[in-house]
């Protein structure tokens, strides 16, 4: 019982997240909690998926396009979860680049000294 209360809890704080997943405005960590529950989750999967048909789908069926629910919905999340890879790469390349560089300046200061 005291875990079905944990996962509701975890649903109630996920569940305000889907319109900003579907529009692309949370940030990175969000995203990634967000993404991680959905995967494991099938009641927050659902509303995931009702919300998709709402914003997406009608507007697919009207273009005549067809909907899979399931492939999109996977491909959205596959597309998110390599998105929060490259920002990950990209902000650690950053870093590395800024310790470099602060390595080099001291490096240089010492050299001013010698």
Do not use: W
Not at 9 to 16: D, R
Not at 27 to 42: G, L, N, P, Q, Y
Request: glycine share 6%.
């Amino acid at each position: 019982m005291g875990k079905k209360n944990k996962t509701e809890f975890g649903c109630k704080q996920i569940q305000p997240m889907i319109p900003g997943y579907l529009d692309e405005t949370l940030d990175m960590d969000s995203a990634r909690i967000f993404t991680e529950h959905v995967k494991k989750c099938a009641v927050c999967r659902d509303e995931l998926e009702i919300s998709y048909l709402l914003k997406f789908g009608i507007e697919k069926v009207e273009r005549g396009e067809t909907i899979n629910l399931t492939e999109d919905l996977d491909r959205t999340i596959s597309d998110t979860e390599e998105t929060m890879m490259r920002l990950t790469q990209f902000h650690t390349a950053v870093k590395l680049i800024e310790g470099t560089a602060v390595f080099m300046l001291c490096v240089c200061i010492l050299l001013l000294y010698i």
